[in-house]
């Protein structure tokens, strides 16, 4: 069978939506499917990376700056939507997942134009975006804004099915549209946890700690875009109290973002500065060294204006490696982490509950590492790039 994918969100290009599409691609693939995958073209470099995947890809020839702006301007997803025709008429593939939010718009766009039938995946923050309830700005972007949100509810209503990442994010959508019986369905995100955590990383663990300084400390790590949402705040407030306890600690931070001066700003003003690392965006092999040498992953996720957690990929990655985890109990965190068990859920803005729940688990041995094997164990049963890949074939 030929499947298209079509996003705006793909490796290289960093976030858990890019992961899912890379995972999604890979496991049909693996599954002897013929995949096709459009997405944005990031940089020169990507022709590289491109002939190594098992799969095609097609890239867009705009900018990600561009490519992830492409709700505000119109001309863009007129572009878009025709990048997506041309693609369709050269491959004409048997199925098209539509798995991004920029990508709904564009296809919704082209919808009106060319007749195809589809499936979409919801991650959880389009939810929000594509179908707002408050009124806001000059009366013509608000009239905009609704004839946007129209054309979309018109094209998830014209999907043979919605997959959505989690039950939390089902629900939302549900909530923001009435559709018709069995149209959404829950497939989880899935990841290649053997791939993942395979080979023999021990030196350049080794490397990374002594250039971080993190020798005779005990690590706390956090994965993911600096935003609001991600919850580092939390823990950098919490830091001070958790040092009193706990004296050799350090926080490493990986991922880039535009709220770093913000997150620096109140590092400054904890007198933390020694004690937390901005590791910026790092290689997909070195993300497994931070994994490694890591002693509890924490992300303390919350809603932060339309953004929600829908899942969490980095919560999976860090399963895969055995690592006791400590959430936010928003969104669909509470589908990976279940609470005493495969990690902590706390509320993710009180920061005596964040020093709590890090030194209950840094203190104790035995319950870092049950929580640690009861996640790796889930991580295999429930949310494995076959299991995931699979359960989308049989809605195809």
């Known amino acids: ?19 899912y599409n890379y995972e ?5 693939s693996e599954l002897g499917q013929d995949v096709i995958v459009l997405a944005p073209k990031y940089s020169d470099e990507d022709v590289i990376l491109d002939k190594q995947m098992p799969f095609n890809i097609v890239r867009m020839n705009f900018s990600i700056l561009n490519a992830m702006r492409l709700n505000r301007n119109i001309i863009r997803s007129s572009i878009s939507a025709y990048y997506f025709i041309k693609t369709l008429q050269h491959y004409n593939p048997d199925r098209i997942l539509v798995t991004q939010d920029v990508a709904h718009e564009s296809a919704a766009l082209a919808r009106l134009f060319h007749p195809f039938r589809f499936i979409l995946t919801v991650h959880g923050t389009e939810v929000h975006t594509h179908f707002p309830k408050v009124k806001s700005g000059w009366w013509l972007i608000h009239l905009l804004r609704q004839l946007r949100s129209r054309l979309i509810k018109w094209f998830f209503h014209k999907a043979d099915r919605i997959i959505c990442v989690s039950s939390f994010t089902e629900n939302l959508l549900n909530e923001k549209v009435k559709f018709s019986k069995n149209k959404t369905t829950v497939i989880r995100n899935g990841i290649n946890f053997q791939t993942l955590v395979a080979g023999d990383n021990k030196s350049r663990n080794k490397e990374i700690r002594k250039k971080l300084k993190l020798e005779g400390n005990k690590v706390l790590l956090t994965v993911g875009r600096l935003t ?47 004690r937390v690392v901005f590791a910026g965006e790092v290689s997909k092999d070195d993300l497994k060294s931070y994994y490694e040498l890591c002693d509890i992953f ?18 999976l990655e860090a399963m895969a490696f055995s690592k006791p985890l400590i959430g936010g109990n928003h969104g669909g965190v509470n589908e990976v982490i279940e609470n005493g068990k495969t990690g902590l859920l706390i509320d993710p803005t009180d920061v005596n509950a964040a020093t709590e729940a890090i030194c209950s688990v840094l203190k104790n041995g035995e319950l870092a590492e049950s929580l640690g094997k009861a996640g790796r164990k889930k991580v295999e049963e429930v949310f494995s790039r076959k299991s995931m890949a699979e359960k989308t074939l049989e809605l195809l």
């Not at 999604?24 to 049909?28: T, V």
């Not at 973002?257 to 590092?267: P, T």
């Open 1 to 19: 069978m030929k499947i298209l994918i079509y996003t705006f969100e793909f490796i290289p290009h960093a976030g858990g939506v890019a992961t």
């Open 24 to 28: 999604l691609a890979k496991g049909l």
């Open 228 to 274: 609001p949402r991600k919850g580092q705040d939390t823990v950098i407030k919490a830091l001070p109290q958790v040092i009193r306890n706990i004296p050799n600690v350090k926080y490493v931070i990986v991922g880039t973002g535009n709220y770093r001066q913000f997150l620096e700003k109140i590092v400054r003003e904890k007198g933390v500065s020694d």
């Open 298 to 315: 924490i992300m303390l996720s919350r809603r932060s204006g339309h953004t929600v957690e829908g899942l969490g990929i980095s919560f």
